[in-house]
Each structure stands twice: as C-alpha cells, then as structure tokens.
C-alpha cells in the first residue's frame, strides 16, 4: 500500500504534539502514513491550497479554522454547529469536519464521566464552542461562564446555540457570579488557559465551587495534572485532563481519512505515552 499523506497547518506553530499522536495512531492501525506541519503565512494562505487538497486529508489550527471553510466542498454536522474545521479529508470532494466535539465525547466516555443535566463551561472561545455543542447535543442545561468584559461573548454563543439547536438551554454567566447559582453541576469543564504551562498555580475554579461538582474535564494538557484537577482529585471527584481529548480528536481524524477504529486501550496507550512525551520535552518545567 502507497504511504497516506496528512499535514497539520497553522500559524504561528510552535511546539505541537500532533505529528507525535498521529504517528502512533498510524502505528497502531498498520496503515503507512506520513504526518507533516506547514507553517503557512497568512499571504501564502490561498497559494498553498492546492497542494493541501492533493494530500490525503489534513488538520487545521489556529488562526485558519473559519477561513478553511469556503475552501472545502462541504461541511459536516459537527463543523456547520461549531462553526470552525479542524480536519478535512480530501479527495473527489473535500469535506470539513470538527474533531473537537467528537474528541471531547469521547474523552468523557473514556473517563467514565457521563454527560447530562447541568454543565458548567468556563471560556467561550474555540475549544468551548465545541465542548457547549457537544453538550447541548446531549440536551445538556449549559451554564457559560466568562471573565468581565467577555459577556457579549458568552451571550452570543448561548444565540447560536438556541438558533442552532432551539430545545437547549444555554446561559451566560460571570465567573464572579458562580457563586450565586444554585445547586451542584453535573460537570464543570475548564475551556480557558488559566491553569496552563507556566501558569500552573492558577485554577479557573475555587475549591468551594469544585466541590458543588459530580466531575471535572480540565482540557489543558500541560501539565498533566492542573491545579484544578489536583484539588478534585484531592476529594475524590471524577475528573481527567486535556490530552485524552487531543488524541481522541485526533483518533477521529483517522476514522474519517481511512475508515480507522482504534479501542480503549490503544487510546489509553496513546494518551499516557504522549504525556510521558510532554513531560520530557517540558523536563523541569510545566510537565510533572
Ligand atoms: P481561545 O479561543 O483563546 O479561548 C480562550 C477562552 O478562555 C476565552 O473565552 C477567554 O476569554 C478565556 N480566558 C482566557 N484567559 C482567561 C482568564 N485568565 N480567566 C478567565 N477566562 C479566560 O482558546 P481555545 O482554543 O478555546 O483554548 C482554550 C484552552 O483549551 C487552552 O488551554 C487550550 O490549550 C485548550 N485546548 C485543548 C484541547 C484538547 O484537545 N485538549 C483542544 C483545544 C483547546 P476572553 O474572550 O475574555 O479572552
């Protein structure tokens, strides 16, 4: 079988852990397959479609994930919801599709955390578009919470998701009014960086609010563990961290390119040995 050719684009790209996971996924599926980056410029952008389209498939970071979408032939149900593409296949037709949302489905399956009743988002930027849709698909009630300032944000995703998705319930709140929400959270999911290499002191959420939660999905991958899911793991709520979301995100990408499936072990595999991978390329600093 011919060597299969994907790519990852972006730019700036620093640092990424996507040819490290989509490498061993190819391994474990037994299909030959090369992984690349391009840093494309942004004036280059257009130019370099061509040849992105000749390849196999490819995945889409910051800052192309909304300009993509007039380059492919069609989207796909979890793209037309979020918004943005992270992964397009290509060949007779090109089609667009959102990862993110399936990555974060499946990361919560893998941890055992269900996904219902009442959840609450921090952010409302990219990764939580995804994570709100994944939930309000699950007929979630979604409570969106964003720093002072960030209000018209978080209001506008709560508009897309009802137009989108009219039987959910979405709403924006501040951070600083957490506290007057009633009750306990189903879920509580960080999607903002606070808590992030090298920031790793800082936690989205105080300890009086994690313990009003049945679980906790952190999508920070670096470090390991965040203070955030240090403190719930200290009194024993369900919680995981960001990288079983990338490479199942990732695993996605694959089941759409060639038709891969890939079971819990093998995800599981995959997920420690690229935190064992980030650990050593961050030694000493935001690995742990
Ligand atoms: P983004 O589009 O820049 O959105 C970040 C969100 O966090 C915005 O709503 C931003 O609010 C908010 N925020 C930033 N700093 C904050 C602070 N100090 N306090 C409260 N809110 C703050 O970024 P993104 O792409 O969504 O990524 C968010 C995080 O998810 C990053 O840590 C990223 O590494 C992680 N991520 C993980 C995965 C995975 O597969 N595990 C996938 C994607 C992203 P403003 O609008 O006010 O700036």
């Known amino acids: 079988m011919s060597e299969k050719s994907f790519c990852l684009i972006g730019h700036p790209l620093g640092h990424t852990m996507s040819p490290f996971i989509h490498e061993q996924l190819f391994a474990s599926s037994g299909v030959k397959g090369h992984y690349g980056v391009m840093d494309i410029a942004p004036d280059r952008f257009d130019f370099s479609l061509a040849s992105l389209m000749s390849m196999d498939g490819f995945n889409i970071t910051i800052p192309y994930k909304q300009r993509i979408i007039q380059a492919v032939n069609r989207l796909d149900r979890s793209a037309k919801l979020c918004g943005a593409v992270n992964t397009v296949s290509c060949g007779r037709e090109s089609v667009g599709y959102n990862t993110d949302m399936y990555g974060f489905i499946g990361a919560l399956e893998h941890a055992g955390i269900s996904l219902c009743d009442k959840i609450l988002i921090c952010g409302a930027g990219g990764a939580a578009r995804a994570v709100a849709f994944a939930a309000a698909l699950s007929r979630c009630e979604l409570l969106i919470a964003v ?97 079983s979301m990338l490479v199942m995100q990732a695993a996605k990408s694959h089941e759409i390119w060639y038709g891969a499936k890939f079971d819990n072990d093998t995800i599981a595999q995959i997920t420690a040995d690229a935190e064992d991978e980030m650990q050593r390329i961050f030694a000493g600093g935001g690995a742990e």
């Open 147 to 243: 720093r002072r300032g960030s209000e018209e944000k978080g209001e506008l995703l709560c508009r897309e998701i009802a137009e989108k998705l009219p039987d959910t319930h979405a709403k924006a709140i501040l951070h600083d009014d957490i506290d007057s929400i009633d009750g306990h959270f189903s879920l509580a999911v960080n999607a903002t960086p606070v808590g992030m290499y090298p920031h790793v002191g800082a936690s989205v959420l105080t300890e009086d609010q994690i313990l009003r939660c049945n679980a906790v999905y952190d999508l920070i991958y670096n470090p390991r563990k965040t203070e955030l899911i240090k403190i719930a793991e200290k009194h024993g709520i369900k919680c995981d961290s960001g990288m």
